[in-house]
């Protein structure tokens, strides 16, 4: 009986809890890194249905469509006012929308639905100023704090074609989200706003390839990226999204389980893989919320209702699975990879990652791949025959494993390096490395002479992995990776050589990896774009004489290795030292003054010792070898 009691308790507290509404649970959002979280800081995933135009309103005319959207498990509803279609803007029924959500205790997506012309900017969608001005006046007047804003829905120019091609999309957003977010600022200083990446929202990668620079006025705005996805006819992008999560937040604001046209059938498989990416497995980690299209009975397949059927909910196939999906509630996962070889880079010496000792895992968890048909015979476009398409696949290499993995040089193997290859949009692989020395650490590539889109990003640990050559944290995370002799796209695939990756858009600025700490890494190299192969990846080792400015700032420590102990020490701020030794008992405390030069004659047993140095910048750690 008392099991009973409990249970029932339980019941009442979640139906209590259900009817106050999500948004009393979790307050105003906020972003906590690149991860969407509740006000208290907790990481949630927003998730339920995007309307489809105005001219559907029977569909979410009243108050009483946001409430079936909510008993079906949404906690997220999204606004689609469409511009230059059907009615054009209508601010009352967004208003309306925006009222109905707050009193069933929804999430509110206010999106400004360009399409055709895929240009912000155009003249057509002139009275976005007036929309957002007058939207978020009516959201601060109310007290609201449940409503995001999504500012320009799918920039495109209207062609096919790989996302990497259409960069000046990207200026075309960048140009008016200039425009257009100091005026959300005004009444949502601390808003989150959702901005368009080019085409059709899938290149969400310009974000940290070409940033949005913060202008004072709107630098507390939250800023997040959309993706769009259309899981039957689109899987080829979806490791954008994948890689793209360890590097800038994202927004999933629309995506459906058709092809791209919003009709053509259902493939609920490749939906189960988006979910899965979206629900954590993703190289960041990241949580990411969505917006399924469409909550319409215009009876095409990515509409929830068959014709017709929304007055007696008459789901479809599409409907049927979204609830399915929003019945499970939280459902996250993360990748789990396990070293196949952990690489050993004592940091003093170049280092030379074995490129085809990936981690084991697998597909979503150690890498992601996509084979086209013409690399993998009888795949599909869902990816569901992958294979190595590399030329280690002749020697039987890691079978059972598909990440593409080839020999720089063909007729000589047990020398060569391996390499990567056919590389496409939003691959990513992740190895384990164990580092000596926590530190700041230049780098270089081995690239052929063939040129291709070649953009990519290193992680560690699953998060940006680049500072700048003066220990800066940058926005510009994705690096071009050049031709070895300033080949083109003719240029020769077997001509190889050392380059030295660089921003195109920050080009005068020199990267470093950072490692924060000694001991075991993953890196992770994030394929933003098509490239042409990665032969080699070397990190250079250095003189660790000086401690790179991480923790307790510049520390300078020599000889090292020491003979019987006897060391200088020098920092940049008042600090207290200790020394360890293997069995971590402390050896010798003291203080050490900024600027000035101690020499320490410690009279140690040969050995390996740890150096801790601690000041109001924080603490630093070296190693010290005597001899």
Same mark, same amino acid.
């Given at each position: ?49 995007? =309307? ?130 100091? @005026? ?10 959702? @901005? ?6 899938? /290149? ?133 990879? =396990? ?83 056919? @590389? ?30 070649? =953009? ?12 700048? /050559? ?58 933003? =774009? ?98």
């Amino acid at each position: 009986m008392k099991k009973l009691l409990t249970l029932v308790s339980l019941l009442l507290m979640f139906l209590q809890g259900n009817a106050a509404g999500f948004v009393d649970q979790w307050g105003r959002l906020k972003l906590v890194g690149n991860q969407l979280c509740s006000q208290n800081g907790d990481p949630i995933q927003l998730r339920g249905w995007s =309307t489809h135009g105005s001219w559907y309103k029977h569909c979410y005319n009243d108050k009483s469509a946001f409430e079936k959207m909510k008993n079906e498990g949404a906690n997220l509803a999204r606004i689609a006012m469409y511009i230059t279609e059907g009615d054009g803007v209508d601010e009352t029924w967004v208003r309306n929308c925006i009222d109905w959500t707050a009193q069933v205790g929804l999430y509110c997506l206010v999106d400004w639905h360009i399409l055709k012309p895929g240009n912000p900017n155009d003249g057509s969608y002139g009275g976005y100023a007036s929309f957002f001005r007058n939207m978020t006046s009516y959201v601060r007047e109310h007290n609201y704090n449940h409503v995001l804003w999504e500012i320009c829905n799918e920039p495109n120019e209207d062609v096919e074609g790989a996302p990497a091609k259409f960069h000046h999309v990207w200026d075309w957003v960048k140009k008016y989200a200039y425009n257009v977010l100091p @005026i959300i600022a005004e009444n949502d200083p601390n808003g989150i706003v959702i @901005i368009g990446t080019p085409q059709w929202d899938q /290149d969400v990668t310009c974000a940290f390839q070409d940033p949005i620079e913060k202008k004072d006025s709107f630098k507390d705005l939250q800023l997040m990226y959309s993706f769009h996805h259309y899981a039957a006819d689109q899987q080829r992008y979806l490791g954008i999204l994948s890689g793209a999560a360890a590097f800038v937040p994202i927004f999933i604001t629309e995506w459906g389980l058709s092809s791209h046209t919003g009709d053509s059938g259902v493939d609920t498989k490749a939906g189960d893989h988006m979910l899965l990416v979206a629900n954590g497995k993703n190289l960041g980690g990241q949580i990411i919320s969505w917006a399924n299209w469409s909550w319409s009975d215009k009876g095409e397949s990515s509409g929830t209702f068959t014709g017709g059927g929304y007055s007696n909910m008459s789901f479809s196939e599409s409907g049927n699975y979204i609830r399915q999906q929003l019945k499970k509630g939280d459902n996250f996962a993360y990748c789990q990879p =396990t070293p196949y070889k952990e690489q050993e880079f004592d940091g003093w010496n170049d280092f030379l990652l074995d490129l085809g000792a990936y981690d084991e895992g697998g597909q979503d968890n150690a890498y992601f791949d996509y084979d086209e048909d013409w690399a993998c015979s009888g795949n599909d476009k869902n990816n569901t025959k992958p294979c190595n398409a590399g030329g280690t696949k002749d020697d039987n290499f890691r079978p059972k494993e598909f990440f593409d993995v080839g020999y720089v040089d063909k007729n000589n193997k047990e020398t060569s390096y391996k390499n990567l290859g056919y @590389i496409g949009n939003g691959e990513w692989v992740t190895y384990t490395i164990n580092v000596g020395y926590a530190g700041d650490y230049e780098f270089e590539a081995f690239a052929c002479d063939h040129e291709d889109f070649n =953009t990519f990003a290193i992680a560690v640990d699953g998060k940006p992995g680049l500072v700048t /050559d003066k220990g800066e944290e940058t926005p510009f995370q994705a690096l071009y990776l050049p031709t070895c002799n300033g080949g083109d796209e003719n240029g020769d695939y077997d001509v190889w050589g050392w380059v030295t990756p660089y921003s195109e858009y920050n080009e005068s600025q020199k990267y470093r990896i950072r490692f924060d700490k000694e001991g075991t890494h993953t890196i992770s190299f994030a394929f933003l =774009t098509s490239c042409s192969g990665l032969g080699s990846f070397k990190i250079k080792g250095k003189d660790h004489t000086a401690v790179s400015d991480l923790g307790a700032g510049k520390v300078s420590l020599w000889p090292n290795p020491t003979e019987n102990g006897s060391f200088n020490l020098t920092v940049d701020a008042d600090a207290a030292v200790k020394v360890l030794n293997a069995q971590g008992a402390c050896v010798y405390a003291g203080n050490v003054e900024a600027g000035v030069t101690a020499q320490l004659s410690l009279n140690l047993a040969a050995g390996v010792y740890i150096v801790s140095v601690e000041n109001e910048k924080g603490v630093s750690t070296q190693k010290l070898v005597v001899k």
